[in-house]
């Protein structure tokens, strides 16, 4: 197997740790598939987390709480390890609601 960019990085570091190969290659791909997992939930992205951050925290707490979640039905809040990206029109906040678990997500202009 070969790895490129920070899975060498990975890789390398697990050697200078003594670690062998097969569970280097185990450690790898486990770190590919949490990648994987993380782009299709829409991973955080730094640009938005910045412009999420420079919002008065009252102004973010609002955003946080009053979000109807389609699972449960109730008006909730995220639960801690949401997500902030860009959306076309502004920002998406993704994450679980937490009352129930469901995914919820609010964006706006
Ligand atoms: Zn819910």
Redesign the pocket.
Known sequence: MIYIGKYKVMADQLRRDGTDESQIEKNVREEMERDVFEIENGTTDLEAYRLWKSWPEERREDHLNGVL?G??G?L?SFAPGYNVRKGKWGLILQGN?S??G?RIRKSWR
Do not use: V
Request: glycine share 12%; aromatic share 0%.
């Open positions: 979640c699972n449960c109730s909730t609601c009352k129930c469901g």
